[in-house]
């Protein structure tokens, strides 16, 4: 009883239901494997989305000779372009090297930064909070996110940080997450993963892309079984009353 009331007072917010919309990936080629059908599904219907990427992805391709400076160019380039087929084309990248060697404070106050200049409806990161999660770069891309939170909505924090301005999200909802909340439908936007992650070339061959697909193909149909709506992607989703002092929307699972 006392949860129904409170989901009638902080309802958890309808994902596909804003303007404008901001995705937070760790490295150069994660919202695609996460969110890309999602992403299209938006772009399609209408919605402004930007991309703000943490890290540039030097550490790592499929050739180990790729590496460092000539690494970056190659996977902001596929970024871009795997962007752009997403109907993307508002891509930013930070200056932070892969591997986790940064601070997640200095990661909130440039993301707190570029949220006041995007004003995005919705923020969507990786979720810090799984147990099973090891990748440095993906907790730290959600703690920051999470920590932009307290800072973008104050005009008084952005100036203790060299900014101006202020802006409150609406929505945070997280991806790569294992209590799913909300729900996007992307029956027919699905293809849209395999096709931005062929753009990545340095980080996936065919049969990387295969498997991923087959993962997510698995999961979407879950989802949309669980909500009865086709394929859908799922996020855990957090409004404004949710983020500070709301502990049982952390159980919120539907």
Known sequence: ????ILRRVAPIPR???FA?????????DDIEVACAPSVR??????????????????????????SGDALVQIRQAEARASAKLLGVTDVTFLPFHD???YQMEDAACEI??????????????????????????????GMAAKMSMNMAPFES???????????????????YTDKPNAYVAVKKSFSARAE??????????????????MYFKLRSIRFGLRKMMGRSDGYRALGPMHMHCFPEASEWVR
């Open 41 to 66: 599904a938006l772009t399609q219907a209408g919605k402004h989305v930007s991309f703000l990427i943490l890290t540039d992805g030097r550490m790592g391709a499929i050739d180990p000779a790729l």
């Open 1 to 4: 009883m006392f949860n129904a």
């Open 196 to 213: 931005a992650l062929a753009c990545h070339k340095s980080q996936f061959d065919e049969k990387m892309v295969s498997d991923i697909c």
């Open 20 to 28: 404008r919309y901001l995705f937070i990936g760790p490295h150069p």
């Open 112 to 141: 707190a930064k570029h949220i006041v200049r995007l004003k995005p409806d919705v923020v969507f990161a990786p979720d810090p909070n799984v147990i099973s999660e090891c990748h440095i770069d993906h907790i730290k891309a």
């Open 99 to 101: 591997g986790g060697m």
């Open 157 to 175: 924090v952005m100036q203790s940080i060299g900014s101006s301005g202020s802006h409150a999200v609406k929505a945070l909802a997280f991806y």
């Open 15 to 17: 994902l596909d239901s």
